[in-house]
Each structure stands twice: as C-alpha cells, then as structure tokens.
C-alpha cells in the first residue's frame, strides 16, 4: 500500500471542494449581493480600494445586477444554478468513490467562494467530522491569483480561530495532469461524433487583465499549456485550433485575443464550421452558457 493510501485510511482526512460561487436566485437582490461579495475581493480587481469602492457602488451595482438576473434566468433550472448543481454532482461523485477507497475515515464537502454553501461552512462541516487533514481543492485548472489565490485567502482567514489547526494542503492547479487532459479530450470527441467534426476548435478561457500576467500570474502560460496538450491529444494540426479569452470588463487590456473579436474575424474569413469548448471552467455556468452561448 503506498503511504498516502495508508495515511488516508489511519487519519480522518477532510476534502474541501472549492468553486467560484452563484446568487441564490436568479432576481436582481441576489445577483447584487453576489457581485458585490465577488467584485469586492482585492485579488478579483486590484488598484486603489477608495476609487475602485466607488465605482463599484455608484455604478456597476446600481446598473448592472438588472442585466446579469435576466442572464441568469435563462440558465436557471429547476433545482437552481447550473453551477452549484453541477458542483454538487461532481462532490457527491468524488465523495462516492473515495470512500470506496478509503472508507469512512474520509469525507468530502462542498464550498463556494463567493455566495452559498459558504467555505467557512465547508471547513465547519470537515471540523465536526473531525478530520485530521484537509485537502482543499480548487475547481480552477489553470492557477490564477484572482481566484485559486483568494480561496487560500479566504480558507486561511476562516482557520485562523481555531484551537486546533489540521494539517493543510493546497492544490494549486491541475492544467497539464493528463487526466484533466483526456477527460477534455474524450468530451471533444463524444461531442463530435454527434455533432461532426469542425474546421477549427477554439479554447475559450475566461480572461484577465494583462497587467495582472505582467507582474507574474502564471495563469496565460498555463490556459496555453492546457490549449497545447489538448491539441496533441486530438492530434490537432495548428490550423485547426485556436485559443481565446472571454469576459473583460472595464476599458483597460486583457489577455488576447478576446473571444468575440476572435469569433468576428473567424465569421468574416469564411470559415464554415467552429465549435468552441471551455477548458477552463469546470462545470457549466453563466459563462459557458450565455456568455458564449
């Protein structure tokens, strides 16, 4: 048995599954409070707090939860947001087959970093089970300091009382691990077989400012990383992929190129036939579904 096996079934080990967050409903109350939690996060948007607090509250709070609730309300199903669904499916299927594995002695919850389940009720719930270790995962394959980052904030933050502190540890990212590769690669291919195969592929990844690259997130040449090994695993030729960037807000630059000026050239060249995958997003969301969509 290797010693990770043997430490897991010896020692209650906690699994702190981490995604990005969801207002609680689709209206603009909920979507308000879920922006300003998420907009607010000094690792989301740097700069100056006392500017960037006031553009924030007079302007984008005021105007734009209205728009982003009926975004929201066409995705919401009946059983809520598709992300937090989709989350919960993922964890109840990791929780399902670790304890085959391991057996009691390990248990799984389910956070968000921004809205609800809370991390601080995540850590919670793994401190009553009495865990010993705690694994924090990220949703996040490729490493970012605006969001795997803020979730190390935030756990620690939440920790920082406590009498007993378990043993932590922090998966950073899992961009180039080459089942995250296949598990893309297989979803490409099953959808192709239904659908026909495209032209051109292009890798939507949700975006960042490029200044936050410039002081060193490494998360540009990861999004390229995983763009290559996806590639190579379809035996993709260069002409036949591309990769992009989505969602910027605000007027300064992101990383580029931008997803919708992409798609525009691509229209205007002749392509026929582009299918877009999301490599960077775990699981479907308002991005996915109507930022792309």
């Not at 705690?134 to 920082?160: G, H, K």
């Not at 932590?168 to 077989?193: G, P, T």
């Not at 308002?286 to 930022?291: C, D, I, M, S, V």
């Amino acid at each position: 048995m290797k010693r990770d096996e043997k430490n897991f079934k010896l020692v209650k080990t906690g699994v702190l599954v981490v995604n990005l967050g969801t207002p609680d409903a689709p209206n603009r109350k909920s979507v308000r409070k879920y922006l300003k939690e998420f907009l607010s996060d000094p690792r989301v948007v740097e700069g100056p707090r006392l500017i960037w607090w006031l553009v924030l509250h007079l302007i984008i709070l005021t105007f734009r939860p209205s728009k982003s609730a009926k975004a929201y309300k066409k995705i919401w199903t009946e059983n809520g947001s598709p992300l937090l669904t989709i989350s919960q499916d993922q964890t109840k299927a990791l929780r399902e087959s670790l304890k085959e594995k391991y057996g009691e002695n390990i248990c799984v919850e389910l956070a968000m970093r921004y809205g609800s389940p809370s991390i601080k009720s995540g850590l919670e719930a793994l401190k009553n089970h009495g865990v010993k270790k705690i694994l924090v995962l990220p949703m996040y394959p490729q490493y970012s300091a605006t969001t795997t980052a803020s979730i190390f904030d935030e756990v620690t933050d939440q920790v920082r009382e406590w009498r007993y502190l378990p043993e932590m540890r922090f998966i950073n990212f899992y961009h180039d691990n080459e089942d995250y590769i296949n598990a893309l690669a297989d979803s490409v291919r099953e959808w192709q077989a239904e659908h026909g195969v495209p032209d051109k592929l292009l890798l939507s990844f949700h975006g960042i400012p490029q200044e936050y690259f410039e002081k060193g997130d490494p998360y540009y040449c990861y999004c390229r990383k995983t763009g290559r090994l996806l590639a190579e695993a379809l035996s993709l030729k260069s002409n036949q992929w591309q990769l992009s960037f989505q969602s910027r807000l605000g007027p300064r630059q992101w990383l580029q190129p931008y997803t919708d000026k992409t798609l525009e050239e691509l229209g205007g060249s002749g392509l026929n036939f582009l299918q877009v995958i999301c490599p960077g997003f775990s699981s479907d969301c308002l991005e996915t579904l109507e930022g792309v969509a």
